[in-house]
């Protein structure tokens, strides 16, 4: 599992620094053969990332004593998390916005928490 | 003498022991609950002996969440020990009266408990972990108005909701696991079966994926047979669900079986989404597909959509909709409050509301 993100990690690393002909994408190849320092991960790269440090920052939640997930929703854009969703005590939301601001790869978190309690 | 000093000197020691810890200890409590009332509308309605009554307009309490007050608090007893109390009270927003408990004053919850690091240990009227397997599974926040809690009061009333003399423990999270286990005393002098009632549940959860299960037996009889609403319904229930969850989306599937002593032994599989499109606005859905084994000809199928904006971190406005549809002697309902019960054939409802939470 963590093989896996550290590839794919390592595989946005690559394409940021244009060096995309490992994606083993032709078209990107020959992109980044005509603008080798200007290449940008692709709107699908992007998504891709997103979605996968969105991923790491729930399972970090999850793994904080005090944490309820449950209701937690954890949207990533370039880099900055935004929370929404809902934790059952008040307490519980400076936990969750520290932890996902210890998390690798978070630049900024907007938080949008609220509190509702199990059976409200 | 020396064993009377030192036991003196002990009682000192100690006094000076229990004095600073309640100097460190802190302890407080605290006021909340939920205020959620809203219009409500059905295109049939049916009376408690199940005749058809025409359309629906009404003022309804809790479309979205119970409306409830209640004071809890915590106080750090130290060693990582601490002492939690909860006491909450349903109530009705129509009418002032008592709504969404077993209809007692402190009728939703009424609990203390000792937390630490290895687990909860919970005293009094509380929910179920049979109860809280359904909150966890539902994909619309267990609404009142259309979701599967219609068919868990359908089912059992207040059974497993508002748990009367009932303790259980919970463990703490370990590798995403938590489990819960609870025992309720019927306390019938001589009657050791009468009113006894357990539930258990195991959960899962990564942040994305969530898996549970629960169960939950209950006998009829015992103290709690008094409370205003039913609470001590003879059954057997079984659920076990999942959901997962992809930035935004959030998915949930459920199964879910209730047989109870002389009455239906309903089957519902239920499932829906929720989606935060932005921090502010949630939409979601969900069907509930329902069939009585004893008689698969008692079916139904209720659908529900709602859209909840959030005005603020406290108060929320919501419109919901639902469509239910009934065969035979099934009389699924649109919503907990102003339509429980609906006849045969398909109804219609819809409720707009506001709830704020403080």
């Given at each position: 599992m963590n093989r896996k993100h550290m590839s794919a990690g390592l595989a946005v690393l690559l394409s940021l620094a244009g060096i995309g002909g490992v994606s083993a994408q032709g078209n990107e190849a020959v992109a980044s053969d005509v603008a080798p320092s200007s290449a940008v991960p692709s709107a699908r790269e992007a998504r891709l990332a997103n979605r996968r440090l969105a991923k790491t920052v729930r399972s970090r939640l999850a793994k904080v004593?005090?944490?309820?997930?449950?209701n937690i929703v954890v949207v990533a854009k370039n880099g900055t998390i935004t929370l929404g969703g809902s934790v059952p005590e008040a307490g519980q939301i400076e936990l969750v916005v520290a932890a996902a601001r210890d998390t690798p790869g978070v630049e900024a978190v907007n938080n949008a928490l609220r509190v509702k309690a199990a059976g409200q | 003498m020396l064993k009377r000093k030192s036991a003196a000197h002990m009682a000192t020691a100690l006094g000076v022991c229990v004095c600073s810890t309640h100097a460190e200890a802190q302890s407080n409590v605290t006021l909340y609950g939920i205020v959620d009332s809203g219009f409500f509308y059905s295109s049939k309605s049916i009376d408690s002996s199940g005749n058809r009554t025409g359309k629906k307009f009404a003022l309804i309490d809790s479309g979205l969440s119970p409306s409830q007050f209640g004071l809890k608090g915590t106080e750090d007893l130290g060693g990582g020990l601490k002492l939690d109390f909860d006491l909450e009270s349903g109530i009705n927003m129509t009418n002032g009266g008592y709504n969404s408990s077993n209809g007692n004053f402190f009728g939703r919850q009424a609990w203390m408990q000792l937390r630490s690091d290895i687990g909860n240990l919970k005293m009094g009227l509380q929910f179920s972990p049979f109860f809280l397997t359904l909150y966890d599974l539902d994909p619309r926040g267990l609404a009142p108005f259309g979701t599967s809690v219609v068919h868990y009061i359908d089912n059992v009333v207040g059974t497993g909701l508002a748990n009367a003399n009932a303790i259980s423990y919970t463990t703490p999270v370990m590798a995403g696991l938590q489990a819960s286990v609870m025992y309720a005393f019927g306390g019938s002098p001589g009657d050791f079966q009468a009113g006894q009632q357990y539930s258990a549940s195991l959960k899962y959860d990564n942040g994305s994926l969530l898996l549970a299960a629960s169960i939950y037996n209950g006998n009829a009889g015992g103290t709690a047979a008094s409370t205003p609403v039913p609470t001590t319904v003879e059954f057997a229930g079984r659920m076990i669900g999942g959901g997962y969850r992809f930035g935004k989306l959030t998915v949930k599937a459920s199964y879910t079986s209730y047989k109870v002593a002389g009455a239906m032994s309903n089957n519902v599989w239920g499932g829906g989404a929720d989606f935060l499109?932005?921090?502010e606005i949630d939409v979601n859905a969900g069907v509930w597909y329902a069939s009585d084994?004893?008689?698969?000809?008692n079916h139904s199928l209720l659908g529900s959509a709602g859209i909840n904006y959030y005005l603020s971190k406290a108060t929320t406005l919501y419109g919901q909709v639902a469509v239910v549809n009934n065969h035979g002697a099934m009389t699924t309902g649109l919503s907990v409050n102003g339509a429980l019960k609906e006849g045969a054939g398909t109804s219609v409802g819809g409720a707009i509301g506001v709830r704020h939470m403080f």
């Open positions: 004593k005090g944490i309820d997930v449950l | 499109a932005t921090p084994r004893n008689n698969t000809a």
